[in-house]
């Protein structure tokens, strides 16, 4: 009976034996077939994609400047100051010690900051078709402007350039944004090595891509906390495991996805010295948002939230981004400043056990605050209708298509941001003061803050300001509307922002700043008219007309008799302008020759809209937008040359080297002699007609030219002008044309160019050049007519241009 027992419980154990020793074989063949198997599929994952060439230092995304900066003699000197501070330059406060090192200055003013010295370190720069070196300026001031300038030889110069600022930046459909950083530079800074080994990997150096201690560590904590789920080890993988994630991704179960990750660990560890894996770990590891991307890699992380490269970095500062890869959501210093600090609090006492740093370094390193550098995307968005007109641009140029937010392309823009920031100041400032003037709207910024539904777009007046160098069209400041952000609390509610750049896209009535242009017309030759040309104002039904009984009004409906075309210009007179264009002989057509000289003009001073031939043409009845009157415009300043609008100078790839390169476009449109005529004219209107507050109110000193316009029921109100080297166009009014803004062109339009042109506009003080082709004659300013010496009373001559030939020939009658 014992017997059978014995047997039995023998058979049973032996059958037990040979079933764990069966399941054990099992097991290690099928965990060998698993290890087989992956080994096999890891053996087709390509290592050069961790491959990059050692002098390959580069960013992905596509990054934007502005122009460089021109600084000259007459400049303001507090352009200049404010300048200085935007490039952070460093002023030193020591009198009598100049400037030694590059980006510091040192001033010597009056209290007034009028008068005295200024000494400059110039910083250098790269620019294409030539980089700037270092240099020492010194700078005499006069009445606030640059009187002189002199190098550090003690010569007189014109001028210095002052380096382009990064406006933007734009990135690939991944949102990323990385530069590499070579190891031997890394290691200018071992504190950051340091606090990355002390944080994801501190035997690094000693295993050989799977750190069997810190699986054991890692497997007893998890065990020890509760977290042995789903086959994971919280903390296990090496520095080699994670970079294996940037060249294999899965969607494998976690303990078949964790040994490929060991086995592809082996692989790189083979193929790669410990340097070259840290190296590239360090440029590959994701290190959180900043803005509207992805920043991977230190150097990138370093620039983007320190301001600074990796060798520069404190140790803090190191600590910071060493807490981030765990996960780069909830240790973000930029979204959660608090637990990021937390984190780096504990990677500093991590440095300090493993003995990286000295207790003292420690204590110093916790007690520093987090200071990081806020994206630009969180701040104002710098000239942000420019730089959607300059993406739209760069989408339109074929040698660009498909590495344009990919391959680290710098494009250098024609804009220059002292102006730009004039300018946005400008229309912010004067569209606060027309808000007043509408009871039903609270205060725009109110309105944003409370919250209180009123939309801020379409309910408040919006302005256009464009300005372009006449000479180059380099387009130099743009203004598409205000607030090009909108607070959150409108976006959610489909009110995403004021992206609509009216300076570009806006196409509204010009009114009478389209008169010059109707004047051109006629001037040309065989000229139907002159400057002293006289005609008759009064009610005035145009004939020939097919379309309805029509008849142009003057402003407050009062007519003036006969007057001269400068006096109808300066004084924007409907009636006179709309008769002499529609009453003049008759094409082929039909139509008055006029009508068709100023349309084809029109099209030559580069305006492509669609142009009606009524006679309301005269006063601008057809829309344009405000860059097409604004360029045409500048064919007047630039001497009857048009050039055509660019926002772009230069492209180069991440070589620094040159792809595009726009030359400037200029093509003979208008006689010189024309365009001076009409330059003259709208002298006068900034002397003695509607613009004339731009003298008188905000004390304009340069010679200008310019018009105002004004559209029926004050719907669109303009004033585009120039002086030398600037063609400025301003433009108000509402989205909704059946929205009238109450003001005609010289208080709606005016206040913004003249306070742009006090402000903005810099370079030597220039009249405008005669041309030989012009005569200078003293006139009646009524009559027209060659003055009577010792008749015509003094008060009333003018000195009138005329084309060569085309002056008056009879002296004046009238006071004989």
């Not at 296990?236 to 490929?260: D, H, V």
């Not at 070259?276 to 890699?297: C, H, T």
């Not at 598409?480 to 995403?496: A, K, Q, S, T």
């Not at 339009?749 to 082709?773: C, N, Q, T």
Request: glycine letters at 8%.
């Amino acid at each position: 009976m014992n017997r059978t027992i014995f047997q039995i419980i023998l058979t049973v154990f032996l059958i037990g034996f040979i079933g764990v020793l069966a399941l054990i074989f099992i097991g290690m063949g099928f965990a060998g077939g698993m290890v087989f198997a992956s080994w096999k599929d890891i053996q087709d994952v390509d290592l050069g994609q961790l491959e990059y060439q050692q002098t390959d230092i580069w960013k992905q995304h596509l990054e934007v400047y502005s122009s460089i900066c021109i600084v000259q003699k007459g400049d303001s000197i507090d352009f200049l100051l404010e300048k200085l501070i935007r490039l952070k330059y460093i002023e030193l406060q020591q009198k009598f010690t100049k400037p030694s090192e590059a980006g510091q200055y040192l001033t010597d003013l009056n209290p007034s900051r009028k008068t005295g010295k200024i000494w400059i370190f110039l910083q250098g720069f790269h620019y294409p078709r030539g980089d700037r070196p270092a240099s020492q300026v010194e700078i005499d001031v006069r009445d606030g402007a640059i009187v002189n300038i002199r190098n550090d030889k003690g010569v007189e110069i014109p001028s210095f350039d002052l380096q382009p600022e990064l406006i933007g930046e734009a990135y690939n459909k991944a949102g990323e944004a990385r530069e590499i950083v070579l190891f031997a530079q890394m290691h200018e800074n071992e504190n950051l090595l340091k606090a990355f080994l002390a944080a994801e990997d501190k035997r690094f150096y000693q295993h050989w891509g799977i750190d069997i201690q810190g699986i054991i560590r890692a497997f007893i904590r998890n065990l020890r906390d509760g977290n042995l789920v789903g086959g994971s080890l919280h903390g296990a993988s090496t520095i080699t495991q994670q970079l294996t994630k940037n060249i294999y991704l899965s969607g494998e179960q976690r303990y078949l996805r964790k040994i490929k990750e060991a086995l592809l660990a082996f692989r790189i560890e083979a193929h790669f010295s410990k340097d070259e894996i840290l190296e590239k770990y360090l440029n590959l590891i994701n290190l959180g948002r900043y803005g509207s991307r992805d920043v991977l890699g230190v150097q990138e992380a370093a620039k983007s939230y320190f301001g600074k490269p990796v060798w520069e970095l404190e140790i803090h500062e190191c600590a910071t981004l060493a807490g981030i890869p765990k996960s780069p959501p909830a240790y973000s210093p930029i979204r959660r400043p608090e637990k990021s600090k937390t984190r780096r609090n504990l990677i500093l006492q991590l440095m300090w056990t493993a003995e990286y740093i000295t207790e003292s370094e420690y204590e110093k390193g916790i007690n520093q605050p987090l200071v990081i550098e806020v994206p630009k995307s969180l701040k104002s968005k710098e000239a942000p209708h420019f730089l959607d007109y300059v993406h739209q641009q760069l989408a339109e140029m074929p040698l660009l298509k498909d590495q344009l937010y990919n391959q680290g392309l710098k494009v250098y823009t024609t804009i220059d941001m002292s102006m730009q920031k004039v300018a946005e100041k400008a229309v912010v400032e004067h569209l606060r003061s027309l808000d007043k003037g509408f009871r039903n709207l609270p205060k725009y910024e109110l309105n944003l803050k409370n919250r209180n539904g009123i939309n801020p777009i379409t309910n408040y007046p919006q302005s256009a300001l464009i300005a372009i160098e006449p000479m180059t069209g380099r387009i130099k400041a743009m203004v598409g509307g205000r607030d090009y952000f909108l607070p959150r609390w409108f976006r959610d509610r489909g009110i995403n922002g004021n992206f609509y750049n009216r300076a570009v896209q806006a196409k509204r009535q010009p009114g009478s700043a389209f008169k010059p242009i109707v004047f051109a017309a006629l001037f040309e030759k065989p000229s139907l008219a002159n400057p002293a040309t006289v005609v008759r104002d009064e009610a005035w039904f145009p004939e020939g007309w097919s379309g309805d009984r029509w008849s142009p009004r003057n402003y407050k409906g009062i007519y003036y008799g006969d007057m001269t075309l400068r006096r109808a210009l300066e004084k924007s007179i409907n009636v006179a302008t709309a008769r002499l264009m529609w009453e003049t002989p008759k094409g082929q057509d039909g139509l008055p020759e006029g009508v068709n000289r100023t349309i084809a003009l029109a099209k030559r001073l580069g305006i492509e809209s669609h142009l009606d031939p009524y006679p309301t043409l005269a006063l601008g009845a057809s829309v344009v937008t405000p860059l097409e009157l604004t360029s045409a415009y500048a064919v007047f300043a630039n001497r009857g040359v048009r050039t055509k609008p660019t926002s772009i100078q230069y492209v180069e790839n991440r070589y620094g080297e040159l792809l595009i390169e726009n030359q400037v476009q200029s093509e003979k449109v208008l006689d010189e002699d024309v365009a001076y005529l009409i330059t003259r004219l709208m002298e006068g209107v900034i002397k003695n007609g509607t613009g004339r507050n731009a003298r008188r109110t905000w004390k304009l000193k340069r010679p200008a030219a310019g018009k105002t316009g004004t559209t029926n029921d004050f719907t669109d109100t303009w004033f585009v002008g120039y002086v030398r080297n600037l063609v400025v166009g301003v433009w108000v009014g509402f989205d909704d044309p059946q929205k009238k803004t109450g003001k005609p062109g010289a208080t709606g339009a005016l206040p913004i160019w003249a306070k742009f042109m006090v402000d903005g506009a810099r370079g030597p003080v220039e009249e405008f050049p005669v041309p030989s082709g012009i005569e200078l004659r003293a006139i009646d300013k009524d009559t027209g007519l060659l003055k009577y010496d010792g008749k015509c009373p003094k008060d009333r001559i003018i000195l009138e241009a005329f084309l060569v030939g085309d002056e008056p020939k009879m002296l004046c009658n009238v006071h004989q």
